[in-house]
């Protein structure tokens, strides 16, 4: 028994000090999140609990390492965070501005009362390489260009596959539309799934905005959704104005009844969907809504098919949309490129798009241009509205 004892004690002796001595290391991220007009939030994860802060200098040609920078730091109620996900929340930002961000991460070793062991600090480099740049959203922008993905369930070579088939230099921004993984049991789904990928082709530099699917509400971190992804909004529905466009991102919930036995009990989304439709009553009367020329609802399933989830969307959405002058609503969920025509599904034009297919809109004068697009480049519908 001694000997037991003495080999369970050397166990836990290495395990903490491997504990000790590892390294910390910025291992996500950083992405941007919650970009409007004068603000943003930047997110990352490092591996080991830290305090996190940004520091920002306008894109002036002057070297980062000219001057002392602001900092802004990952902290809530005046403490700063010590943990692994970081969330900073930077405002009073000018509209379409772009700055220069660095992140930083120092590893705290032991806290005990008020005091505090710090280990190493790391950073993104802006010795070697060129800072990281992003750029704050303008309603009097004159032009607007985004991709969208859905239903990658994972598939990080799928996205890249489909995102290469976009000019991302001339490409605004990102909308990922659901069910981007199949179950959000974990943070190694998230980012090996889609997000480290995202982060080495786009999002650290371009907006991504999610709107979330019914698979990312199923999972042992389901509940954890908006520590990694629009962190800094009331809600994970949201409304955002990007030049001659007012985008709505509405949050389709399950498919199935609350009561189904898949989901054990733990769903409200018939009361989380009602909740959401007193919301877009509201935010459909508010001047930046109204005067945009141009009006698009993404929502993750369609109102469609039969469910009760999708039936929901159509009973509870879809009238307050009719009359809110929306242009096209875009959605995804079931894998299988579609196309609605006003006065089908609803007052507008209804675009489903296929998982194996990228999206691509480019609004410009008084014209929308959509294209669905296939892995082998072949294009699978258009829609052209004009005002």
């Known amino acids: 028994m001694k000997r037991i004892l003495a080999a369970l004690m050397l166990v836990l002796a290495c395990g903490f000090m491997h504990a000790q001595n590892e390294n910390i290391g910025i291992i996500h991220g950083p992405y941007l999140q919650n970009v409007n007009s004068d603000e943003v939030t930047i997110v990352w994860v490092s591996n080991l609990p830290s305090l996190g802060w940004v520091e920002l200098a306008p894109d002036d040609g002057t070297h980062f390492y000219g001057k002392e920078r602001p900092k802004f730091y990952d902290s809530r109620h005046g403490i ?8 900073v929340r930077i405002k009073g930002l000018d509209p ?12 705290i070793k032991e806290h005990v009362g008020h005091i505090i062991n710090y280990g190493p600090t790391v950073a993104t480099d802006v010795y070697r390489k060129a800072p990281l740049k992003f750029r ?17 369930h994972g598939d ?20 990922f539309v659901g069910d981007m993984v199949s179950q959000f049991n974990n943070e190694g789904q998230i980012f090996d799934g889609f997000m480290d990928k995202a982060v080495e082709m786009f999002a650290s530099e371009k907006p991504m905005f999610y709107t979330r699917g019914n698979h990312e509400t199923r999972g042992e971190i389901a509940y954890d959704f908006q520590d990694y992804f629009s962190p800094s909004q009331d809600h994970i529905y949201y409304m955002f104005r990007q030049g001659p466009v ?27 969907r009602t909740e959401q439709a007193e919301w877009l009553k509201e935010i459909i009367q508010t001047e930046e809504f109204k005067s945009a020329p141009f009006k698009i609802v993404t929502c993750h399933m369609p109102p469609m098919g039969g469910w009760f989830g999708p039936e929901e969307i159509k009973q509870k959405f879809i009238p307050i949309l009719n009359e809110a002058g929306v242009d096209v609503m875009l959605c995804g969920h079931t894998h299988r490129h579609s196309f609605h025509k006003a006065g089908e599904l609803a007052d507008f034009p209804v675009m489903v798009n296929a998982a194996d297919n990228v999206l691509k809109c480019s609004v410009s004068g008084e014209r929308l241009e959509i294209q669905t697009v296939d892995m082998d480049g072949k294009v699978t519908g258009t829609l052209s509205l004009k005002k």
Do not use: W
Not at 160 to 166: R, T, V
């Open 246 to 272: 007012c985008f709505v991102a509405l949050d389709c919930g399950e498919d199935k009844p609350d009561s189904d036995i898949e989901y054990s009990g733990a769903n409200v989304y018939s009361e989380y």
């Open 156 to 175: 990080a070579g799928r996205m890249e596959s489909l995102l290469k088939l976009c000019d991302m230099d001339k490409t605004d921004m990102v909308l």
């Open 80 to 87: 700063k965070n010590q943990g692994r996900i970081h969330r």
């Open 96 to 107: 379409g501005t772009t700055y220069r961000y660095r992140v930083y991460s120092t590893q």
């Open 136 to 152: 704050t959203l303008d309603r009097e922008q004159k032009e607007v260009s985004f991709a969208m993905i859905n239903d990658i």
